[in-house]
């Protein structure tokens, strides 16, 4: 389990809490990546995540190092491909 504690919610008076079930095993390595992020974490005996996020950009960097241990596989594939499709629309070959 997850926990996202927001600093500041929509009101900007009250803060606001979201629980996100995810494999007690990848728990760590989650932490770890959002410490790198520089983000507020910890690992509580309980089992849980903890998480602070102070503003919408941690929000963003929470998300997207949650999202691979969370989001089905074909999610993530289709995902994948879309960005590489999108790559590829962009790329010029050029001779020289």
């Excluded at 241990?69 to 070959?93: H, K, Q, T, V």
Aim: glycine share 2%; proline share 5%.
């Amino acid at each position: 389990m997850i926990s996202l504690s927001l600093a500041k919610s929509i009101r900007h008076d009250l803060p606001m809490e979201q629980v996100i079930d995810i494999p007690q095993q990848d728990r760590w390595q989650i932490c770890y990546r959002l410490r790198d992020l520089k983000i507020d974490c910890d690992c509580p005996e309980d089992g849980s995540l903890r998480v602070l996020a102070n503003c919408a950009r941690d929000v963003l960097l929470i998300y997207s190092a949650v999202r691979p241990f969370i989001a089905p596989r074909r999610e993530l594939l289709d995902w994948l491909e879309r960005c590489w499709d999108n790559d590829s629309d962009g790329y010029r070959e050029t001779s020289v």
